[in-house]
């Protein structure tokens, strides 16, 4: 009787998640279907399936679009925020770990309550007119990796503690550099942090959606997030070839979430929960 | 010092740079900017004089109904998301963590929203809280019901985008809540089983209590978020209609565009203040997990 009980609730939590995790999905499966169908067929956005598949329609949005510009503008926002902010960021969180004096304490502390500090975009704007930054990509990329350092080292900052500090003392007895020290001893050995840190440094670029909306008005600079947007605005009768451009920028983050999804999740639970 | 040789200051010279030019300058610099009529009109920025300093903060709580909206938007976005993911967060962890076939397919199918950009999110559901074809009132209209205007009801729209954010972030909260869920340690469990307590019982007294330090960050999480949330209402409503779903963030780039720099500065200069005290609670609490480590 109590086995059979058992079973009976096993059985029903089972179909439980399954029935959550298909409403869940359902919007995300809407997108790609209607990605492959045609325009009428699009326009009633339902769930049945595509009489014959459109995939003209991912060529159309790419020319239409102009995604082709699109995806190396957000690539190359992204890769150079990443090597920028993981450099610079696992440079001071060493330091600020390793030497806790009181103004390197002081220094950790400002620069982790960014975590929750908002930026001030209008004050941003004449800053980054002083320094001739608007509208560039070195500008953009810069605010990426400056957005993006207080979390980064504060991930790093943790993890530099877990390693053991003689590894340096025995370095330096050898006659290393400081400089070589950090980069052929330390940094390798930071390496799930780091990873942990690009990863997400790389979705959150790649998803940003705020600062180019103020800072890149040239539409050749534009990243996938705000072609798809402008994208949306001009064609938002043809629910196909917004389908489908939803489609082509979000893969790249499936997929780095695929393959990076042990790392995603360590580092945003990080902090999160002791032990 | 010897530390000082071995650890150098200039490794700290990077992100200071990008730090405090990019970040921290234009929050305390926007401080400043708020005493001032700076627009996009006026040539010169002036400092708005002693007896007027505070005219833009009055504005923002007071002078005019706009702003006081957006404020409120703001809390009451922060306040329902935050209580509504926490739970539901808790309620995914809690069926995720028992003996359940293809869980990490059940897990990350939860997660993928969370990992989407939140402009795409809104898209999507432009889409399907569409009111004449959208997936969601084609499925009410199945059940005999009139589905409303989610997202252009001035008193329902605000209700949408909480409900969208919330299917977008509680697949996070619920990834937190699961490895806190984990580091619990199942002696405390077994010892429940053997007196005897139901599924309810071992979740009130074991679960709950061991989960404290877990919940308050992801409150603290959620209220950062929702405090600063803006890619998700510009992509659903961009405030409206009207100003229905307008929050701090969406306003100011708003004042931004219409040229009222020195509004929109004050606007985030408010929030400044906020998130400062939220970050100190924040931190301490972080602070509080490394040592108890």
């Known amino acids: 009787m109590m086995a059979h009980k058992k079973i009976m609730r096993t059985i029903g939590i089972n179909i439980f998640a399954w029935v959550l995790s298909i409403i869940l999905i359902t919007p995300l499966i809407l997108i790609l279907i209607n990605s492959l169908k045609t325009k009428g067929e699009a326009s009633l956005m339902n769930l049945s399936l595509p009489q014959e598949i459109q995939l003209s329609n991912f ?84 605010l990426y990796a400056a957005i993006q350092t207080p979390f980064n080292v504060f991930l790093i900052y943790s993890f530099v503690g877990k390693i053991p500090r003689d590894i340096d003392e025995a370095a330096i007895i050898d006659g290393c550099s400081p400089l070589r020290l950090f980069f052929s001893i330390v940094f390798p050995l930071l390496k799930p942090v780091l990873v942990t840190v690009m990863v997400l440094t790389f979705l959150n670029t790649w998803n940003e959606y705020v600062l180019p909306l103020y800072y890149l008005s040239k539409t050749d600079y ?54 | 010092m010897k530390a000082r040789r071995i650890y150098p200051t200039y490794f700290l010279i990077g992100s200071l740079l990008l730090y405090g030019v990019l970040y921290l300058l234009p929050g305390i610099a926007g401080i400043g900017l708020s005493f001032t009529d700076w627009s996009q009109f006026s040539d010169k920025i002036n400092f708005l004089g002693f007896d007027h300093m505070f005219d833009n903060y009055i504005k923002a709580f007071a002078g005019d109904e706009k702003y006081s909206g957006y404020l409120t938007n ?57 009111p004449a074809d959208g997936i969601l009132n084609a499925f009410l209209s199945k059940l005999g019901i009139e589905g409303p205007q989610w997202l252009g009801d001035p008193d329902l729209a605000i209700w949408s985008v909480m409900a969208v954010d919330t299917w977008k972030g509680m697949g996070y909260i619920m990834t937190i809540f699961i490895a806190g ?53 510009y992509a659903l409503t961009n405030g409206g209609p009207g100003y229905a779903t307008e929050v701090l963030y969406t306003g100011i780039y708003k004042e931004y565009g219409y040229g009222r720099y020195a509004m929109g500065s004050t606007l985030s200069s408010i929030m400044l203040v906020f998130m400062i005290l939220v970050g100190f609670f924040l931190i301490r609490l972080m602070n509080r997990n490394e040592v108890e480590e």
């Open chain 1, 59 to 142: 060529t159309t949005v790419i020319e239409k679009g102009k995604l082709d510009t699109a995806f190396l503008n957000s690539l190359i926002y992204s890769v150079f925020s990443v090597v920028l902010c993981t450099l610079t960021s696992s440079m001071a969180a060493y330091v600020l770990s390793r030497n806790r004096s009181k103004a390197n304490r002081i220094i950790y502390f400002i620069i982790v309550l960014g975590i929750t500090m908002p930026i001030n975009f209008i004050a941003l704007m004449k800053i980054m007119q002083i320094l001739q930054i608007v509208n560039t990509r070195i500008g953009i990329i810069l």
């Open chain 1, 222 to 275: 534009w990243p996938m997030t705000e072609a798809v947007y402008n994208f949306f605005g001009m064609y938002f009768r043809d629910w196909n070839l917004i389908c489908a451009d939803i489609v082509l920028t979000s893969l790249p983050v499936i997929i780095v979430y695929l393959l990076g999804q042990k790392y995603i999740v360590s580092g945003m639970t990080a902090g999160a929960v002791k032990g």
């Open chain 2, 74 to 130: 703001t809390l009451l976005f922060t306040f329902v998301t935050t209580i509504v993911k926490n739970v539901l967060g808790l309620a995914l962890a809690v069926l995720l963590t028992k003996r359940i076939k293809l869980l990490n397919f059940h897990r990350a199918v939860m997660y993928i929203p969370a990992v989407l950009s939140a402009l795409i999110v809104g898209l999507i559901f432009r889409s399907v809280l569409n």
């Open chain 2, 181 to 233: 869920i984990m580091s619990i340690s199942p002696t405390y469990y077994e010892a429940s089983d053997i007196d005897g307590a139901g599924a309810w019982q071992k979740f009130k007294s074991i679960t709950l209590p061991m989960l404290m330090p877990t919940l308050t960050v992801t409150t603290v999480l959620n209220v950062i978020y929702g405090l600063r949330v803006f890619d998700i209402v």
